[in-house]
């Protein structure tokens, strides 16, 4: 009668195994598959203005499928991720690589911009994959080794997020803009087929119920106050980040550039450079500067949208931003990360839960801001709104941030 439901067991009864070693292999096959899965997220960016016209609809109609997705994995975190400290983590994992598939190839045919709208927000619920994974790679490794596990992973699923970019932007241009979904499922499935073979299983510590699995995100935000503070920050960033990416490719659609989604995606490798801080962050974490650094990179991405200010007609400009704000978001993020996965060994994929879907509420609320202020004031309605969201994330880090690392005193 279970059969079907065998999968998705939870492992209450079973003997708990000794931990898998985190061998280069492991380390290499989750770092390759957090970043080629979080790149389904990304790959309508550039797209959208493509769709938009394919479907005859508004840019700022178009602009909400990029929001779509972000809510969607955030709704996949809430509800999924979690179920990470109940269940076999490989079974759960091959289980939403199958959903996300089946999610790519309905945007790749999808008849109108409504039935794409819900594509969206499926690819976005089951390509969650990647918030599984980096818990895990920080189960296995060592505690002095953590920041720098982290962070390689890491720098793993921000190389993705930004050469999606230049991916679909690249096959839009020359394919149109179907052929990215129906390549990125194909990507999925023969990821699918090798993470059968090449990924640990690793057994769970909880053995309650789901309810009570829920419930216990609550306990959680109420008594983690760091968890707190670097949900918050980690929001109002990844809003300027997502918002930037958005309408950047309205913006070089704009007369005084003329250019296209070839030209949007391929401010991805310009982007990339922010991936490279990621292993870097995750080092000095481990040593203890996580505080500082994350001052230090919020402030990076207040003065990325003060450039962008400048650059509504200035290719260099808009580059030397874009590196900026990639260094700052993303070094904030594997500082956050640093931290909520030093607080509770056991609970490391519910404490990621309520980071990363406060994360990705940040990006989708970014999305659609920005949406709407390029449609009314157009690029210095973007800029404005990034300002204000990243010199507020550095007042709540500043103000509220140096109480909770005192009150907590972990070592970080």
């Given amino acids: 009668m279970a059969e079907s439901s065998l999968l998705l067991q939870p492992m209450k009864n079973v003997s708990k195994k000794e931990k898998p070693h985190l061998t280069k292999l492991h380390l290499w096959v989750m770092t390759i598959t957090t970043g080629m899965v979080v790149a389904n997220i990304y790959y309508n960016q550039p797209l959208l203005a493509d769709i938009s016209k394919d479907f005859k609809v508004s840019e700022a109609q178009g602009g909400m499928l990029a929001m779509l997705t972000q809510s969607g994995y955030a709704a996949g975190m809430l509800f999924t991720v979690p179920l990470g400290d109940m269940f076999e983590r490989k079974r759960l994992i091959m289980f939403q690589f199958f959903m996300t598939i089946v999610a790519l190839l309905l945007a790749a045919w999808a008849p109108a911009i409504n039935v794409l709208m819900v594509a969206s927000f499926l690819i976005g619920a089951f390509s969650i994959i990647p918030q599984l994974i980096v818990p895990m790679a920080a189960h296995l490794s060592a505690p002095g080794e953590r920041g720098k596990t982290i962070g390689f992973v890491m720098s793993g699923l921000l190389i993705g997020i930004l050469l999606s970019r230049t991916v679909s932007g690249y096959i839009g241009a020359q394919l149109g803009w179907r052929a990215m979904f129906l390549i990125a499922a194909a990507l999925m499935t023969i990821l699918w087929i090798a993470l059968y073979f090449l990924l640990p299983q690793v057994h769970p510590d909880y053995t309650g119920s789901y309810k009570g699995l829920m419930k216990s995100l609550i306990e959680l935000i109420k008594e983690e106050p760091l968890l707190r503070i670097s949900a918050i920050r980690g929001a109002l960033c990844y809003a300027c980040f997502s918002g930037f990416w958005t309408t950047l490719v309205f913006l ?49 991405v207040v003065l990325s949208y003060i450039i962008f200010g400048f650059s509504a007609s200035s290719l260099v400009l808009l580059v030397v931003g874009v590196i900026l704000m990639d260094m700052g978001v993303q070094a904030t993020h594997i500082s956050n990360q640093a931290v909520i996965f030093s607080l509770r060994p056991e609970a490391r994929n519910r404490l990621n839960t309520v980071y990363m879907v406060t994360y990705f509420i940040g990006g989708a609320g970014g999305t659609f801001l920005a949406s709407q202020a390029w449609h009314i004031y157009k690029w210095k309605g973007v800029v404005a709104m990034g300002i204000l969201l990243s010199v507020l994330s550095l007042i709540i880090h500043l103000t509220l941030g ?4 005192k009150r907590i005193k972990v070592q970080l």
């Fill in 402 to 405: 140096d109480k909770a690392y």
């Fill in 252 to 300: 070089l659609k704009e007369p005084q550039y003329n250019l296209g989604s070839e030209v949007a995606g391929a401010f991805g490798l310009v982007g990339a450079f922010g991936a490279l801080a990621a292993s870097q962050m995750g080092r000095l974490s481990d040593k203890g500067n996580s505080q500082k650094l994350t001052t230090w990179s919020i402030l990076l």
